[in-house]
C-alpha cells in the first residue's frame, strides 16, 4: 500500500471521554500528538460552506436531536436531553425562554458562522461548565482573524447559498472581514426560508416550516499580550412551526452583546467574559396547516460573566481558577383576547418577574505525571437561587368557561375554572429557593504503547430544577398543555419543591491503533446513576373523543432516581490508498443507550434505539465523496407515563460530493436516497396532524423523505 497520503485522521473514532480530556488539554498546550488529533476533529474548518441550522455538524460527533422546530431541536447526550445538556455560544449561557423550549441556544446561530465546535458527553471537566448532568456542547464563532498591516483594509469574505428539495429550503450566508495587524472587524449573516418537508410516502408534514435569519458583528483588537474582542448579535425568526407543540412560534427577536478580554501573564494567562441576550419571544399560530388564537408573550434577558485564570506551574502542570455569575430574568404572559369569555378579561401571567441566579467557582488540576500517565481534578461549586412573584388566571371569576373556542388543537378545559385556586395557592406561598450544587471531576489517559491508550473517567455532576419546572402553576388542562418540550402531547405541571439532580457517571473507553496509522478502533462504556432526577407523576388525563388512543395525561415534574448506561464502538480502516484511486476509508460505529426509573423499571422518556452507521468515504484531488447506511432499531422500550409511541427499525442511505477549487466550493448531496419512509423515534408525535384527523389518534412524527441538496460557496 502506498504511503504518499498520510495517516487516516483518528475524528472518527473517539469517545465521548477522549473529546472530554480534548477539551481540557488542548487549550494549553500540554498534549502529545494523539490528543491534538483528537482536539483537531472538532474544528469546522470550512464553516462558510455550511449553512442551516448546526445540528447535522454535531450529529456527527454523535449529538442525537429531539425534534422541535425546524431550527430548534433539543440536543440530546447519553439518553437526556433539554437543560441536561449545557450548551455554551462562544462561552456565553443562553437560556431557553419559553415554556415549550422554543428558543434553545443551539437556534441562536447558523452552521456558516462556527469557527469551531466540540461535544463532551458524560463526563465534562468542571472547568467546561456546571449546572448540568448530560455533558457540554461548545460552539464557537469568535475566531479573530488578522493581517499583516497597520492599515485596516480587506481581509476576506464569502457568499454561500444551499437548496433542499424536501421543504424547498433556501438558505444563503454572507461573511465580511476587515482586519489590520492589530486589529480585526468580521460581519456574518444567514438567511433561511423552508416550507413543510414531505415524509418517505411524499405527504406533507404539517407545520414543520420555518423562517429565520442571524447577523453577527464582532470586532477584536490586540497587542502583543492581550486582545479584546466585542461581539453583537441579532437573530429575527417571524415564524416556526411545531408540529409536535400545540403552539407555533410567530416570532423570536433577541439582539446579543459578548465581550472577551484575554492577556497573557507570566505564566499563564487571565481571560474575563460578560455576556448579555434579550430575547421578545412571542407564540400562536400563522399557518393553514396548525390553526387557533391564542397569543402567547415571553420577555427574558441572560447576564452573565466568567473570570478564568490559567497557571502554568511548570511544563507537565496547569491550575485552572474560575469565578462566574449567571443572571436569568423571564416574564411569562398570555394575553387576554378581547370580547373572549375563554381567554379574558385578564392577562394570564405565567411567571411574573422570574429569577434564577447561579453563582458559581472552581479549582481544577492538570498535570502530565510522565510520558504515560495524565490526569486532570476539580471541583466546582454553584449556589443557585430561584424566585418568581405573583400569578393570576385569565379570570378571578368563580366560575368561568376558559374553554376551546377559537384556540384550534388546544384541549378544553372544564367548565369550573380550576386555575383560581391553583393562583391564590401560588401566591400564598413562599416562593423563594436555593440550591447548593457541588461537581467533582476525575480524568485519567494511560498511554498503554503507542498505539494503545486507556482512558477512565469519575464524575459528580448537578443540575438544579429550571423556572419552568419549578413555577409552572397552572392545572387546567389548556395550562398544561402550554407546558412542556418533550414534544408528547400531555401537560405538565410544575413543582416549586423540587430539588437538584445529582449524577455519578462513571465512563471508560480504549482505543487501538495500526503502527501505521492505517486503522483505529475504539471501544466506550458509560453508567450514570442519577439521584432526584427530574421525571413526572400521572396526575390526571384527558380526552377529546371517546378513544383510548386520544387520550393524553396531565403530569407534575417529581424527583426520583434513575439509571443510564450505554457504549459505543466506533472503528476506521483504510481501504485504498493510491495516486489514481485516491483515499478510501471505511467508517462503521455502534451505540446503545438504556435508561430506566429505579423505582419500577419502567423506561425513560426518549431514549435512542440501537443505532449504527457505515460509511465509505473517499478524498481524491479536489473532491471528496461519501456514500452512508445509517440502520435504527425499533423503538420498544417506551414510557408509559408520556404514552410515547412505538417505532419500526429502519435505514436510510444518503449520497454526498464535494469539490473545492481554491476559493469555490460546490456540495451534493441526496439524503435518504431510497425515499424510505420513517418514524422519528426521538420526534415526539405530531399535534398538526391530530388537529385534522383526530381519528387516528397521537402518531409518532415522521422523517424527511429523499432531498437532492445543492450548495455552493464563494471565498474572496
Not at 497573557?264 to 474575563?272: I, K, N, P, Y
Not at 412573584?389 to 368563580?398: H, N, R, T
Not at 384527523?693 to 474572496?716: E, M, P
Request: charged share 20%.
Amino acid at each position: 500500500m502506498s504511503n504518499h497520503n498520510p495517516p487516516i485522521n483518528s475524528r472518527y473514532a473517539l469517545s465521548p471521554l477522549a473529546l472530554c480530556i480534548a477539551s481540557l488539554v488542548s487549550p494549553y498546550v500540554l498534549a502529545d500528538d494523539s490528543i491534538e488529533v483528537i482536539e483537531v476533529q472538532g474544528q469546522n474548518v470550512n464553516s462558510h460552506a455550511n449553512l442551516g441550522s448546526a445540528e447535522q455538524l454535531l450529529t456527527e460527533l454523535g449529538v442525537d436531536f429531539s425534534a422541535a422546530g425546524g431550527i430548534s431541536s433539543l440536543p440530546i447526550l447519553n439518553g437526556m436531553m433539554g437543560d441536561r445538556v449545557k450548551v455554551l455560544v462562544d462561552g456565553a449561557d443562553i437560556t431557553a425562554a419559553c415554556g415549550n423550549q422554543m428558543n434553545p441556544p443551539l437556534s441562536y446561530i447558523s452552521a456558516n458562522q462556527l469557527s469551531s465546535y466540540q461535544v463532551i458527553a458524560g463526563i465534562s471537566p468542571v472547568s467546561a461548565g456546571g449546572d448540568n448532568i448530560a455533558g457540554v456542547i461548545v460552539v464557537n464563532t469568535i475566531a479573530p482573524q488578522y493581517g499583516e498591516s497597520d492599515m485596516l483594509v480587506w481581509h476576506s469574505g464569502y457568499v454561500s447559498a444551499q437548496y433542499r428539495s424536501v421543504n424547498n429550503a433556501q438558505a444563503v450566508g454572507v461573511g465580511a472581514r476587515l482586519a489590520s495587524d492589530s486589529f480585526s472587524l468580521n460581519y456574518q449573516g444567514a438567511f433561511e426560508d423552508a416550507d413543510s418537508y414531505d415524509d418517505g410516502n411524499g405527504d406533507l408534514v404539517l407545520d414543520t416550516l420555518y423562517r429565520v435569519q442571524n447577523h453577527a458583528l464582532t470586532a477584536a483588537l490586540r497587542d502583543e499580550k492581550q486582545q479584546l474582542v466585542v461581539k453583537l448579535t441579532h437573530q429575527k425568526i417571524p415564524f416556526q412551526g411545531f408540529a409536535n407543540q400545540y403552539m407555533d412560534m410567530t416570532d423570536n427577536t433577541s439582539y446579543g452583546i459578548v465581550t472577551q478580554y484575554k492577556r497573557q501573564l507570566e505564566s499563564g494567562e487571565f481571560r474575563a467574559q460578560i455576556n448579555f441576550n434579550d430575547v421578545k419571544h412571542e407564540m400562536g399560530f400563522f399557518s393553514a396547516e396548525k390553526t387557533g388564537m391564542m397569543p402567547m408573550n415571553t420577555d427574558a434577558q441572560d447576564i452573565s460573566y466568567q473570570l478564568n485564570w490559567r497557571l502554568d506551574f511548570d511544563a507537565d502542570t496547569v491550575l485552572l481558577l474560575g469565578q462566574e455569575y449567571y443572571g436569568y430574568r423571564i416574564d411569562d404572559w398570555w394575553p387576554a383576547i378581547e370580547g373572549s369569555m375563554m381567554m379574558g378579561p385578564n392577562d394570564y401571567v405565567n411567571i411574573n418577574d422570574g429569577e434564577r441566579d447561579r453563582y458559581t467557582g472552581f479549582a481544577e488540576l492538570q498535570k502530565q505525571l510522565n510520558n504515560k500517565w495524565w490526569v486532570s481534578a476539580g471541583t466546582r461549586i454553584e449556589y443557585v437561587q430561584t424566585d418568581t412573584g405573583e400569578v393570576q388566571p385569565y379570570s378571578d371569576m368563580g366560575d368561568g368557561m376558559n374553554g376551546m373556542s377559537g384556540m384550534g388543537s388546544i384541549p378544553a378545559m372544564n367548565m369550573a375554572d380550576p386555575n383560581k385556586d391553583a393562583a391564590k395557592e401560588f401566591n400564598a406561598m413562599d416562593r423563594a429557593r436555593s440550591d447548593t450544587l457541588v461537581d467533582a471531576s476525575l480524568l485519567l489517559r494511560y498511554q498503554i504503547t503507542n498505539e494503545d491508550e486507556l482512558q477512565f473517567g469519575l464524575a459528580r455532576k448537578n443540575r438544579a430544577p429550571n423556572l419552568y419546572e419549578r413555577y409552572s402553576w397552572g392545572v387546567s388542562t389548556m395550562s398544561t398543555s402550554m407546558i412542556g418540550w418533550f414534544g408528547d402531547g400531555n401537560g405538565y405541571i410544575g413543582n416549586p419543591d423540587l430539588v437538584a439532580e445529582t449524577a455519578h457517571t462513571i465512563s471508560t473507553s480504549y482505543t487501538k491503533s495500526a503502527e501505521d496509522g492505517q486503522w483505529q478502533i475504539t471501544a466506550n462504556a458509560w453508567y450514570t446513576q442519577v439521584n432526584d432526577y427530574i421525571d413526572v407523576t400521572v396526575v390526571g388525563s384527558t380526552n377529546r373523543t371517546d378513544k383510548a388512543l386520544t387520550e393524553r395525561n396531565t403530569l407534575q415534574f417529581t424527583n426520583l432516581d434513575a439509571t443510564l448506561y450505554g457504549t459505543k464502538l466506533e472503528g476506521i480502516i483504510r481501504v485504498v490508498d493510491s495516486k489514481n484511486a485516491g483515499t478510501w476509508d471505511l467508517t462503521a460505529a455502534l451505540t446503545s443507550t438504556h435508561g430506566e426509573r429505579d423505582d419500577s423499571d419502567e423506561p425513560l422518556y426518549q431514549i435512542m434505539p440501537l443505532y449504527s452507521k457505515i460509511a465509505l468515504e473517499q478524498q481524491l484531488g479536489k473532491w471528496q465523496n461519501s456514500l452512508s447506511w445509517e440502520w435504527v432499531d425499533s423503538k420498544t422500550r417506551v414510557d408509559p407515563r408520556r404514552i410515547e409511541n412505538l417505532s419500526a427499525n429502519y435505514s436510510l442511505v444518503n449520497l454526498a460530493t464535494k469539490a473545492t477549487w481554491d476559493k469555490l466550493t460546490v456540495k451534493l448531496a441526496i439524503t435518504n436516497l431510497l425515499d424510505e419512509y420513517y418514524q422519528q423515534p426521538l420526534g415526539g408525535v405530531s399535534i398538526a396532524q391530530f388537529n385534522v384527523d383526530q381519528g387516528q389518534g397521537f402518531s409518532q412524527l415522521a422523517g424527511q423523505g429523499r432531498s437532492v441538496n445543492a450548495g455552493i460557496s464563494y471565498a474572496f
